[in-house]
């Protein structure tokens, strides 16, 4: 399949706005509303420029799956001197059984010393060739807490990591 990514898209909406705007230019419309349209079409030119780094892979800040693969991490440590809040960014591929995980997804979490800490392990584990299993510990209250708090990221989330066993391959 024949994907063209933003530039398809920028050339999509070029092209709408070019028809929409010989449209106006030989309609018999009211100026305000050949006017309004041409508005409309240049804030939507807008939303989906904003609206796009989502889907181009960057972290999302929804819950984490119950089970879990650590496939890599990356911590980013609070900077008093500016003020920024620091981050644990995740990526996982969720775990139905082990033989199947799903594709992987990055996730968002606030940081905190005690996460940073697991992730530290978790990531030393990782380089030693290890894999590790992640599990959410009392997800049940997390949604709890999540649902009135803002989307900035997962707040007081509880993550134990453990070594996946080495899978166990039939003799030929």
């Known amino acids: 399949m024949f994907i063209l990514g933003i530039p398809g898209l920028v050339a999509a909406y070029v092209l709408i706005g070019l028809i929409l705007l010989s449209i106006n230019l030989y309609s018999n419309w009211s100026w305000k509303v050949k006017a ?3 508005i409309l079409t240049s804030v939507f030119y807008i939303v989906t420029y904003l609206s796009y780094p989502p889907l181009l892979g960057w972290p999302t800040s929804e819950i984490l799956p119950e089970r879990f693969q650590l496939i890599a991490a990356h911590v980013r440590q609070p900077n008093k001197i500016t003020g920024e809040g620091g981050a644990v960014y995740l990526w996982v591929s969720r775990i139905e059984n082990l033989a199947s995980p799903s594709p992987p997804r990055a996730h968002r979490l606030e940081y905190s010393n005690a996460l940073h800490e697991m992730v530290i392990k978790a990531n030393s584990n990782l380089n030693k060739g290890i894999a590790q299993l992640g599990e959410v510990e009392d997800r049940d209250n997390i949604i709890d ?11 007081s989330i509880k993550i134990q990591f453990y070594d996946l066993p080495d899978p166990m391959f039939p003799d030929k």
């Open 36 to 38: 309004g349209t041409i």
């Open 145 to 155: 807490e999540l649902r009135d708090a803002p989307r900035s990221g997962q707040e």
